[in-house]
Structures are given as C-alpha cells and as structure tokens.
C-alpha cells in the first residue's frame, strides 16, 4: 500500500481527555454508563455526566418558568441525586451537568463545544 508505514507499538494512537456521556437517567443507560468508566479508566479521561431536564421552550414561559415553577426545581433536583447516585465508584472525579433546556439535544451539543 503506497504511503502507508510500519504499524508502531507503544504509541497512543488516541489521546481521550474527556468524555461526555448523555444520559436520560433511565435503566437502559447503565451499559452506557459501564462503558463510559471502561473508556475513561482506560484512557485516563475526565468523565462528565450530563442530563437535560426538558421543559417547555420560553414562547410558554408563563407557564414553565412562572406557574408549577417548584414543578421544574423538584424535576432537577431528582436528577441531581440520581446522577450523583450513578456516579458513586466512577474513577476520578466525574463532572455531574444537570440543566434544564427545552430541547436537550442543544444542550449536548453546547456541552460538547466546552
């Protein structure tokens, strides 16, 4: 094969120093969440640990930010605990982001620009 050289041993082909792992926190995220410590204990990465609380988006603000307001506090709260209940015995310190956003995809992707 033109170009192509000697496989080298001993070298880090990838360097990982963070992975993010996005989780809606229910019980077919635990394989996710096995894999997601093999990889970060393995490569010796950061591991963050990000759950979107989904609320309505701001055009029904009354209602999402004003009116059952404690709705969306309690919801976040819930997902602080079961995040940090996920993360006991993963290594290092993980990073636990719990936010809420009206479409949790942007809130990955926003993550991911960090």
């Known amino acids: 094969m033109m ?5 080298r041993t001993g070298v880090d082909v990838m360097r990982l120093r963070t992975l ?3 989780t809606d926190l229910g019980p077919d ?7 997601a410590r093999l990889l970060a204990g393995h490569f010796g990465a950061r591991l963050v640990l990000y759950h979107a609380v989904p609320v309505p988006e701001h055009r029904y603000a009354h ?14 709260r819930h997902a602080r605990a079961e995040l940090s209940r996920q993360a006991e ?3 290092g ?9 009206p479409l949790p995809l942007d809130g990955i992707l926003d993550a991911i620009r960090l």
């Open 29 to 35: 995220s635990a394989p996710a969440l096995a894999h």
């Open 20 to 22: 993010l792992l996005a």
């Open 93 to 101: 310190e993980p990073e636990l982001v719990v936010e809420r956003r």
């Open 89 to 91: 015995g993963l290594p």
């Open 3 to 7: 170009g192509a050289g000697p496989l």
């Open 63 to 76: 209602w999402a930010f004003a009116h059952g307001h404690e709705v969306w506090i309690a919801a976040e």
